[in-house]
């Protein structure tokens, strides 16, 4: 019998796949993903080029340029 936190991680991980499988049907791009980061030159690694179609970041540059949107954007 599996514990609370096995049930715990077992849900996160299906709302992250639902999460996932809902985005990939939202983006619609036929760009393949680069195979180095646009902005630092460091390897796209072949999962997230799988993962993110069209990719062009590594998940570095990514998280950063994500952040930096967020202080941008005015939500009123």
């Known amino acids: 019998m599996a514990d609370k936190v096995d049930e715990a991680q077992a849900f996160l991980q299906y ?3 639902i999460q996932i499988s809902n ?10 993903s680069l195979f180095e980061c646009e902005n ?3 390897e ?9 179609p ?6 570095e540059c990514q998280r950063i340029a994500e952040i ?7 939500d009123f």
Do not use: M
């Open 15 to 17: 709302q992250t796949d």
């Open 23 to 32: 985005i990939r049907k939202t983006v619609k791009t036929t760009t393949p």
């Open 40 to 42: 630092c030159g460091a």
């Open 44 to 52: 796209i690694p072949l999962k997230r080029r799988i993962a993110v």
């Open 54 to 59: 069209g990719a062009s970041l590594c998940v």
């Open 68 to 74: 930096k949107n967020k202080h941008v954007s005015t």
